[in-house]
């Protein structure tokens, strides 16, 4: 029944991206393995279930992990020590819901919304471990949940479903044995691969169960490209205002360490410390952290639902004020600048080029070309038309392309595909392949009269403009790889017999295979400088010896346990020597809608844009140009290829004596320079306007983002469309993903998800700038809120001897902290300084943030002098109003207080100041109802509060009429 026993898997491994990356991280699975088929009970080692599971708790370890990762951060761990010292009682200051119910509040907050994040996740992976496939048992076919799927199991999978886990490729109802499957969940990749079922399984009935077989595969392994085994048959803000809290608690104990000191270090001095340490503990907000999150999920909610960016999802709510602080943006080119649909511009054959204006003159030689074949012969064909014939042809065939034609029933229910019928209609034909370019010129072949009509897995039509049908039959087929940079085929034709090697790549990888020429370097120049991607085709005619010669050592190299890659990889070269060049090629990937003002917008807010591209040098620059990456007035300098010390040396040398110009430079030399001067050449080109990096593979992106965050303290933003961006992405201090052709691979792994280039604008101009400035205000704000009332205790406490008793007490400290004053300082939330469009009118106001000026220790020293001066005022001025009862000075100093606060925000005033009077009436422990209705009572706080808030009106109006931020002229 088997016509071997040992076959090569390489090209028959489904992989399933759940699994793959979460086996990997099970060492004990490291390893290679022999799994029995339909057997699992004789896999020597248990495996993990099959399950996909992203969730961070479970039942028993939710409240302890919630509370870990709140109570690492030192400020909830300060507010913990402070509540539970209030169980002793000779440290206990006041009531214990004052310390334990902003805190109950805070984690309360906390644990709802990660419950809510952990039901979502639990949704999400119920859904996907629910998913049924059909699996074959010696009872017949059952159906399994995709949970339940074990090592060994021989799961049917159906057209359109998902591969649920790392399978080998048996068996397929396509008699050829082939299968066209997708990867864009692991490599970001929409198009089709094509994947081949073993040999041997594929001729047997489709009851697979009797089959006694089974499969030494490699360990696992994160690279989805290869695979090797045989089948036998027997996922900054918040760190400035930590250091600022820290800041704050230093302040906090050297207060307290003064005011005993101030007491003369007498009696329980160590007691009075600590009791000293909780009454200023308000210095510090509590409410803080909690007031930061529920603003980033408004300014999350407010970018999903902004109209001018349809389509854009906040991933995570933690980081939306990144946005408005960035420095240097990294992108990917094709997918991300351009839209990743190639359209063919131009055919070079050494003498003559042809670009879309002669294709008509093509479609005349290939016209003519065929015509001379059917009147003398296949042999006569040395016309001016051979040229181009031999060309197209190549194109035509070399590739991975398979026409796809529309379905119809049969007369017995069965689905019959078009192609039994010779239904070979250009109405109903469309193309599949692993690349864009690939599709690209098939269709140009078809458009000038050579047309791809049919293809299995061994064998291929071409129709020619006469209608004839050309048979071919492959015999090999070396698939595209990004070490190789080229792709090959060996196909015989039916009616002469010959057998030829056709193959097409890149110009750097192909220049050393093809016979020498005087023409190949300087045209690939040319065309990429006008912004084509180009490919080298050439051929190799077959004798019938040479390629049995071929196949023989072929074969043997693919059975190979060991280094079979190296192995196979080595046969195949010794094909590609000499072969006959044949014609270059030229298409062009265009621009997306409005790149050109995004990047200029984006140069104009100061970002510095580094273009990283997988693309040839001359591509990038062209691309670089014409998408005003680089702008107009600004000089290029190309840094030329280098390959050991001395000559980076000398090159920096000549880049440094440039200024102001934008810098081109390919992964090879960029490795070589930072091999011996990564500090030297990563100055440099920090100082360029734009910096394009050619030729760079997906690891070098994520290289050079994190060189930028070792080398600057600047924030680095990544946006990418492709799997081969995730790792450049991941990086950066904030991802973005485009939701492209490419698949999702790249947005599902960032923090923000937009659906075209533009939108880039909006949201850094518009929602970042936003977000960050209104975070740092209420920041600043809530701490402003603790140190006044801080400071009016200090007052109170050195004006009554040092002694260590709370000014205010129970409800009081909590209203103040949230029903009289969260609301209004919540509102900051909706402040603007400016209209979205003056926003992205004027990008240059962008440029006052990235510096961190919004929120830094200067402006923390301002808040901290103008909290000291009020709470001064304050207190100070309650107690030279003194009554005649201590009551009277608690209602005076905190009524003042509130208004104070709500002056200062200004926002919300109403519905704040009409809780606080409301809840008067029910203040009698605190206050003396009789004496808050009266006359002085009222003049007294108005006085108080005028004195403590009209000085700062006035040198904010002095400051804004004399000196006034860039962003005041264009609202004036």
């Known amino acids: 029944m088997f016509t071997q026993n040992h076959v090569d898997l390489s090209s028959s491994l489904l992989s399933c991206c759940d699994c793959l990356a979460h086996i990997c991280r099970r060492k004990k699975e490291l390893k290679a393995r022999t799994v029995w088929l339909g057997c699992p009970e004789k896999c020597e080692e248990k495996y993990p279930k099959n399950g996909i599971k992203n969730q961070k708790y479970n039942i028993f370890t939710f409240v302890p992990g919630v509370l870990y990762q709140q109570f690492k951060f030192f400020l909830n761990l300060y507010f913990l020590v402070v509540a539970c010292s209030q169980f002793v009682p000779s440290l206990k200051i006041g009531y214990l819901y004052t310390y334990w119910a902003p805190l109950a509040f805070v984690l309360a907050v906390t644990m709802v919304r990660e419950a809510v994040d952990e039901v979502r996740r639990y949704q999400r992976d119920k859904e996907m471990n629910s998913q049924l496939y059909s699996k074959l048992t010696v009872r017949g076919k059952i159906q399994v949940k995709s949970s339940d ?13 998902r591969i649920p886990a790392d399978m080998i490729f048996l068996r397929t109802s396509e008699k050829n044995g082939a299968c066209f499957i997708r990867t864009d969940q692991l490599d970001g990749e929409t198009d089709w691969k094509l994947k081949v079922a073993v ?198 065939l070399c590739h991975n392309v398979t026409p ?136 190799k005619s077959l004798s019938e010896e040479q390629y049995q010669d071929f196949e023989n050592r072929y074969n043997q190299a693919k059975l190979s346990i060991h280094d079979r890659t190296l192995k196979v990889a080595a046969v195949v070269e010794s094909l590609e020597r000499e072969m006959e060049l044949l014609c270059l090629t030229g298409v062009e990937d265009q621009l997306q809608a409005d790149v050109r003002p995004t990047l200029e917008l984006l140069r104009n807010a100061g970002i510095k844009i ?110 990418g469309d492709g799997g081969n961006d995730v790792s450049m992405i991941q990086a950066a201090h904030c991802g973005i993903g485009i939701e492209g052709k490419e698949g999702k691979q790249a947005s599902l792994a960032a923090d923000f998800s937009i659906t075209q280039f533009k939108h880039i604008g909006r949201l850094l101009m518009v929602h970042g700038r936003n977000s960050y400035k209104r975070s740092a205000a209420l920041g600043q704000f809530v701490m402003h809120r603790g140190m006044i009332i801080s400071t009016m205790q200090a007052v109170f406490s050195s004006v009554f001897f040092f002694a260590s008793v709370p000014l205010y007490q129970g409800f009081l400290m909590v209203g103040y902290a949230t029903i009289y004053t969260m609301f209004p300082v919540f509102s900051l939330v909706l402040d603007q300084d400016v ?109 108080i509060t005028l004195v403590s808030c009209l000085p700062l009106y006035i040198i904010k109006y002095l400051k804004r009429k004399f000196s006034p931020p860039s962003y005041s002229k264009l609202s004036s």
């Open 149 to 161: 799927i074990q090592v060994g199991d021989l799961i049917i999978v159906e057209k359109n479903q």
């Open 199 to 396: 040999g041997c399984t594929q001729r047997l009935p489709a009851d697979l169960f009797s089959i006694s077989a089974y499969v030494y595969a490699q360990k696992p392994q994160l690279d989805i490209h290869s695979f090797e085994g045989n089948f036998t048959r027997v996922g900054l803000l918040d760190l400035e205002l930590n250091r600022l809290t820290k800041a704050l608690f230093l302040a906090q104990v050297v207060l307290s360490i003064v005011m005993v000191a101030l007491q003369g270090f007498v009696g329980p001095w160590f007691r009075n410390l600590f009791r000293f340490v909780v009454l200023f503990s308000y210095i510090i907000p509590i409410s803080l952290r909690v007031n930061l999150d529920m603003g980033k999920s408004a300014y999350g909610w407010m970018i999903m639902k902004d109209e001018n960016i349809p389509g854009t999802v906040v991933r995570t709510s933690t980081i939306p004020e990144e946005l408005g602080r960035l420095v240097y943006l990294l992108t990917d080119k094709t997918g991300t600048l351009t839209q990743n649909e190639m359209i063919f511009k131009r055919l070079h054959l050494g003498t003559v080029s042809y670009g879309t204006d002669t294709m008509d003159e093509i479609q005349s030689h290939i016209f003519q070309s065929y015509a001379q074949t059917q009147t003398s012969g296949p042999k006569v064909r040395k016309s001016v038309s051979s040229r181009i014939h031999e060309a197209v042809k190549a194109i035509a």
């Open 404 to 539: 796809v034609y529309e379905s119809h029933t049969g007369v017995n229910g069965e689905t019959e595909s078009a192609e039994a019928d010779q239904d070979f209609s250009d109405d109903n034909r469309t193309y599949q392949a692993s690349s864009p370019d690939e599709v690209a010129l098939v269709r140009w072949t078809e458009s000038v009269g050579l047309t791809l009509v049919n293809r299995d897995l061994t064998s291929l039509q071409l129709k020619t403009p006469s209608g004839q049908i050309l048979s071919f039959y492959i015999l090999q087929i070396f698939p595209f790889t990004s070490e190789s940079k080229r792709m090959g085929i060996i196909v015989r034709e039916e009616s002469t017999g010959d057998i030829t090697f056709y193959m097409k790549g890149a110009d750097v990888a192909m220049a050393s295979i093809v016979q020498y020429n005087d023409w190949l370097e300087e045209e690939c120049g040319n065309m990429a400088r006008e912004g084509l991607r180009t490919l080298v085709v050439a051929k």
């Open 610 to 719: 580094w273009m990283l591209t997988g693309d040839k040098l001359e591509t990038a620059t062209c691309i670089a140009k014409s998408s005003h990456l680089v702008s107009r007035n600004q000089d290029i300098h190309v840094f030329r290829p280098v390959s050991n010390r001395g000559e980076a040396h000398l090159e920096l040398n000549a880049f440094r004596r440039k200024h102001d110009c934008a810098l081109v430079i390919s992964g090879d030399s960029l490795e070589v320079c930072l091999r011996y001067y990564e500090h030297e050449f990563v100055e440099l080109a920090c100082q360029c306007p734009a910096v394009v990096c050619c030729r760079c593979s997906p690891t070098q992106k994520a290289q050079i983002v994190k060189l930028l965050q070792q080398h600057t303290a600047n924030r680095t933003c990544a946006i």
């Open 835 to 943: 209209k979205p469009e003056m926003a992205l009118l004027y990008p240059e106001l962008y440029k006052d943030l990235t510096k961190g000026r919004s929120l830094s220790f200067k402006t923390f020293l301002i808040w901290v002098l103008i909290s000291v001066y009020q709470g001064g005022i304050l207190m100070y001025g309650a107690l030279v109003l003194f009554e005649s009862e201590f009551v009277h000075v608690v209602a005076i100093s905190f009524t003042a207080l509130v208004l104070t606060e709500l002056l200062m925000v200004a926002l919300t005033i109403r519905t704040c100041l009409g809780c606080y009077l409301a809840s008067l009436a029910f203040l009698n422990e605190y206050f003396d109802l009789s004496f808050i209705t009266t006359w002085p009572f009222l003049w007294k706080v108005s006085a």
